[in-house]
Each structure stands twice: as C-alpha cells, then as structure tokens.
C-alpha cells in the first residue's frame, strides 16, 4: 500500500470537510493521539525501568496508527498528499545529509 492509497483509505472514516471546526478536530486529534504515545513511553521509563524489551509493540502500533490516520485525513483537508508529503521530507532530509546539516536545529538548514 502506499501512503497516497492510505489516505484515500483514512478518507472513508473521516468527517466531512464542511463539518463545523473540523480542522480544528484534525489537528487537535493529531496532537492528542502523538501524545498518548509520550505517554505510554512515560509510563515506560517511570514504570518499567526503560526496558525495551519491555515496550508494548503491539500498543504502540495501534497509537502510532492512529497518529498516521489523523496525519493523512489533515493532510487531504489542506489539499495535500501524503505520498508527495513523505517524497518531499525524505528529500530535505537527504539534501541535510549531504550538506552535513542533520545534526542541530532550525528548519532551513
């Protein structure tokens, strides 16, 4: 599957555009769900000693879906793919590495 496929997926659960604040919902929805994973990992370190053979893969999984759901429905919202999204990060991304840039911060390094 690619993530373009998943979008249009994502897209068959989603609300409508038109529905009162619901870009708000999306990002709100993003932010919320990203942070349930902070806190699952929290609860590791403070519970479980940091273990990684400890961490809730399968939990995680299903967080990180949701993540992923609310990434691709905010995204076709503002009109944006999600596969031409990936492509373009992966892109910054190599152009960082070469340049010797990954390392340190500020988003037009």
């Known amino acids: 599957m690619d993530l373009d496929e998943y979008q249009r997926g994502a ?3 989603a609300a409508p555009r038109d529905k009162r604040n619901e870009l708000l919902h999306l990002v709100l929805g993003l ?3 990203s942070g349930e994973i902070a806190e699952k990992f929290k609860k590791w370190v403070r519970d479980l000693d940091s ?3 400890r961490i809730d893969r399968d939990d995680i999984a299903r ?3 949701d993540v992923l759901w609310y990434l691709a429905v905010l995204s076709d919202y503002l009109d944006l793919s999600l596969d031409d999204i990936a492509t373009a990060n ?3 991304l190599a152009s960082r ?3 010797g840039v990954l390392g340190g911060s ?3 390094r």
């Open 106 to 108: 500020g988003d037009d």
């Open 97 to 99: 590495r070469v340049r």
């Open 51 to 53: 273990d990684e053979s």
């Open 90 to 92: 992966l892109a910054k």
């Open 31 to 33: 932010v919320g769900e």
């Open 11 to 13: 897209l068959r659960t």
């Open 63 to 65: 967080e990180l879906g």
